[in-house]
Every structure is written in structure tokens, then in C-alpha cells.
T-cell receptor
Framework: NAGVMQNPRHLVRRRGQEARLRCSPM?????VYWYRQLPEEGLKFMVY????????ESGMPKERFSAEFPKEGPSILRIQQVVRGDSAAYFC??????????????FGPGTRLTVL | GESVGLHLPTLSVQEGDNSIINCAYS??????FIWYKQESGKGPQFIID?????DKRQGQRVTVLLNKTVKHLSLQIAATQPGDSAVYFC???????????FGTGTRLKVLA
């Protein structure tokens, strides 16, 4: 998972605040996945993005959550008006080769969001 | 299949023994499977993958077995070492889709 960067590593927010999580994929890669992991659970797919395009957002909650991957800069997962249930680890992953299926995903270290 | 809100099952093995971690996947249309290892506080790390046209694939000290009839996947770790202690997840994918579905996970504890 070297090369996929996420920040911040830990984020504390109060209920009602906004959380912004950033992910930079492996160098030269233009696709990212976002996943959420609750304690003691597996990862749940949220969204798959290409630069300037959302490819699959079937795992995203309908409200308060949004994701983008601009032409320049990192991918952003934005959670508005956070609630305690949003507390989780959020991981992004970079496909082994840009956009192709049947490739391993390289995961970042994750951002651990705590909502007070 | 989709993970549920249960405590992770735990497998305890003696150092040097072989470990077998099982996974039941949910979608009969899934044709690509990956095993990941996740250490505490870290992101998942790729271990080995297999496509549905294969029954078995071997890596370094690891073997993945696929039984499509019963939708079952297993990961075998030979000569388990303390560094193998982690949570192991299987993930499934269907060709033509980008979504990966992760299993619940199994915690492997290696006893000295």
C-alpha cells in the first residue's frame, strides 16, 4: 500500500460539523475507491471515481456524503453534518493499473473519524 | 458476502502450524476474488487473488482454494508465523462492475 496517501490520519468532529477526508492515489493513477469500515467489520464499498468523473457511487449514502476527484489535487470524501454513526475508518484504494478490473487494489492507511 | 455487525470470528493457531481461513461469498456471478490482510491500525494489504476459471492458486506460503459449487473460498497459510497475526478478509467482484464486496473477516492469532 505504499504510495497511496490519506490525510488526516485521525479526525475528530463534533456532531453537525463537516468532515473532509483526502486521498492521493499512487503516482500516475487516476482512479480511486473509497471504503468505510466500522469497528470489527469488513470494508464497505462507497464510491469509485475517476478524475472529474464518478463511475460508481452505489455505496454512498443518499444524504450528507459526497465525493470528488478533481483534475488537480487529491480525491475528497466530504461528510456534511456528521453524526455519531459516521465514526469509522475510511480507506481509499488505488487500482493496480489505472481503471482496469482484475487488479489488486492498493489501500492507503485510512482516516479514522471520530464524531463526538 | 456483505459484512454484518458481528464480532470477528477468531482462529488461534500455534506458530509453525498451517492455518485455514474460510470465506463464504454471496454472489454466484462473482468471478474474481481477493484475500487481504489487515494489521491493526493499517489499511488492507493484498495477499493473493484468484479468478473463477481456477480452483487453486499458490503464492509464497499461501494458497487460495475456490469452490464455486458451494460459493466457498479458503486461504491456507503454511508454517504460520507471528507476523501473520492480523484480520483476513476475502473480497469478491463481478466482471463488468467496479464494486468489491468484502466478507466479515477472520482474526488470526498466532500462539508462540
Amino acid at each position: 500500500n505504499a504510495g497511496v496517501m490519506q490525510n488526516p490520519r485521525h479526525l475528530v468532529r463534533r456532531r453537525g460539523q463537516e468532515a473532509r477526508l483526502r486521498c492521493s492515489p499512487m503516482k500516475g493513477h487516476s482512479h480511486v475507491y473509497w471504503y468505510r469500515q466500522l469497528p470489527e467489520e469488513g470494508l464497505k464499498f462507497m464510491v469509485y471515481l475517476q478524475k472529474e468523473n464518478i463511475i460508481d457511487e452505489s455505496g454512498m449514502p443518499k444524504e450528507r456524503f459526497s465525493a470528488e476527484f478533481p483534475k488537480e489535487g487529491p480525491s475528497i470524501l466530504r461528510i456534511q453534518q456528521v453524526v455519531r454513526g459516521d465514526s469509522a475508518a475510511y480507506f481509499c484504494a488505488s487500482p493496480g493499473t489505472s481503471g482496469s478490473l482484475y487488479n489488486e487494489q492498493f489501500f492507503g492507511p485510512g482516516t479514522r473519524l471520530t464524531v463526538l | 458476502g456483505e459484512s454484518v455487525g458481528l464480532h470477528l470470528p477468531t482462529l488461534s493457531v500455534q506458530e509453525g502450524d498451517n492455518s485455514i481461513i474460510n470465506c463464504a461469498y454471496s454472489n454466484s456471478a462473482s468471478d474474481y476474488f481477493i484475500w487481504y490482510k489487515q494489521e491493526s491500525g493499517k489499511g488492507p494489504q493484498f495477499i493473493i487473488d484468484i479468478r473463477s476459471n481456477m480452483d487453486k492458486r499458490q503464492g509464497q506460503r499461501v494458497t487460495v482454494l475456490l469452490n464455486k459449487t458451494v460459493k466457498h473460498l479458503s486461504l491456507q497459510i503454511a508454517a504460520t508465523q507471528p507476523g501473520d497475526s492480523a484480520v483476513y478478509f476475502c473480497a469478491e467482484n463481478t466482471s463488468g462492475t467496479y464494486k468489491y464486496i468484502f466478507g466479515t473477516g477472520t482474526r488470526l492469532k498466532v500462539l508462540a
